[in-house]
């Protein structure tokens, strides 16, 4: 009590509201730039991953709850993963298209130059009427409307190859071979 009244008389409520304890440093926070390059290299994908990691590293056992503060600590977040087309670039595959492209789909041009053959590049792509959502920081899980899901629209294309004709076949169904034969 008369430390109480020792902080009033230095600095009124003020000084009262001031908290003092600063509370024990973790023994994680030495092996933290080894834990965080670690975490860089391959990030866990849960914190029990992230768990088992510190022990391996530092032998000492933590708590999930601990190893989310933790995480946080050293400025970790959960945030939804973006994607960037992948390449696949290695020299195996180079040469494996290469081939594809000498071998089987040069003397096919050839052959549509010539009036034999026609040639088409096709794909698909299937649209979802629905929400895909992402992360958000809040207090509380928020919900919007969203449609069910269950309606598609599938769009196949076709594209000549030395032509600029474009034929499409849609449907909400599938796109399978009946629906590659339709046109």
Known sequence: MSEYLKQYKSGGIEELKKLGYQGQGSKLNQ????????FRVAPPRNI???????EQITGIKRSPTQVREFRKKIGMKTIKIGY????GANEEKINEQEKFRKEQLEPLLE???????A?????AAHFIHRAYLGFIWCFE????????????????????ALTPEI?????????????????
């Open 119 to 123: 040639v088409y590049f096709v794909d």
């Open 84 to 87: 960037v087309p992948g390449k």
């Open 167 to 183: 034929i499409t076949v849609t449907n909400e169904t599938y796109i399978n071979s009946v629906s590659v034969c339709e046109r």
């Open 141 to 160: 899980r928020l919900f919007i409307a969203s449609p069910s899901g269950r309606k598609r629209f599938n769009i196949l294309g076709a594209v000549n």
């Open 111 to 117: 052959e549509a130059k010539q009036g034999k053959k």
């Open 31 to 38: 092996y933290k730039s080894t834990i965080e390059e670690d």
């Open 48 to 54: 029990a991953e992230a768990s088992q990691r510190i």
